[in-house]
């Protein structure tokens, strides 16, 4: 079964530059979710999209922004980056249609700020 | 706003035995959804079970269930014949009633480390 694709797995970004995630959800998934994860800690939510739109906004930081296309993917968009922002990278997505469905995660996205 | 609640940051078990997850939440919702979460060393978040709170019936996937118990809010984890592979760190998670539109995500609790010894 096709399952969310995340790009680049790895990305190596120097201080104050931009770095751009890509996600695919699952096909027919309607919403579309990004989450970070620093070492040793739970994934904190950051934004999150239905069909297309804002849906609800996390501790996402003022220099990252995020947005959903015309075909459901996603990217989110970090600019001047902090050696703080280092970490995993999450996309995951769901069919809302159906009350609570179930949320399903990308392999993720490491991000390393040096 | 919704919490969760995982209060073993570690545990071990022996290949073959069973180990028990805790986890507690809390909401004043009274439609929700409750799920378990694995992540290995590779990090990747691997869906292990899911539980509807309107659900008497507690969930089961091969090895693993769950004994849920809405009034106490509590949503613990069993691992029965504990493999190897079942190494890794486990998170609890929960999500609200999302009938109404919207993208309501997951609340995750801190996480248990389970270790498997040989």
């Known amino acids: 079964a096709a399952g969310v694709i995340q790009s680049p797995r790895h990305l190596i970004k120097e201080k104050r530059e931009t770095a751009t995630l890509k996600c695919y959800p699952i096909?027919?998934?309607?919403?579309v979710y990004w989450y970070q994860q620093g070492p040793g800690q739970d994934p904190q939510f950051l934004i999150s999209?239905?069909?297309?739109?804002?849906?609800d906004k996390g501790s996402i930081p003022d220099r990252f922004s995020a947005q959903q296309f015309s075909d459901y993917h996603s990217e989110l968009n970090m600019s001047s980056l902090e050696l703080g922002d280092s970490a995993l990278y999450f996309c995951?997505?769901?069919?809302?249609?159906?009350?609570?469905?179930?949320?399903?995660f990308g392999e993720g996205s490491w991000l390393t700020v040096v | 706003a919704q919490t969760v609640t995982q209060s073993q940051p570690e545990m071990s078990v022996q290949e073959a035995e069973t180990v028990t997850l805790s986890c507690t939440y809390d909401?004043?919702?009274?439609?929700?959804?409750l799920f378990w979460y694995k992540q290995p060393p590779s990090r990747q978040m691997i869906l292990v079970i899911r539980?509807?709170?309107?659900?008497?019936q507690n969930a089961t996937e091969n090895r693993f269930s769950v004994n849920f118990q809405k009034a106490a809010k509590s949503f613990s984890l069993k691992i029965s014949d504990s493999q190897l592979g079942d190494a890794a760190m486990y998170f609890c998670?929960?999500?609200?009633?999302?009938?109404?539109?919207?993208?309501?995500?997951?609340?995750f609790g801190k996480g248990t480390h389970l270790i498997i010894q040989p």
């Open positions: 539980q509807e709170a309107y659900k008497q």
């Open positions: 096909p027919r998934h309607d919403t």
């Open positions: 998670a929960y999500r609200g009633d999302t009938s109404g539109g919207g993208a309501d995500g997951l609340t």
């Open positions: 909401t004043s919702e009274s439609d929700y959804y």
């Open positions: 995951a997505s769901s069919w809302d249609r159906v009350s609570g469905n179930t949320i399903y």
């Open positions: 999209f239905y069909e297309k739109m804002q849906s």
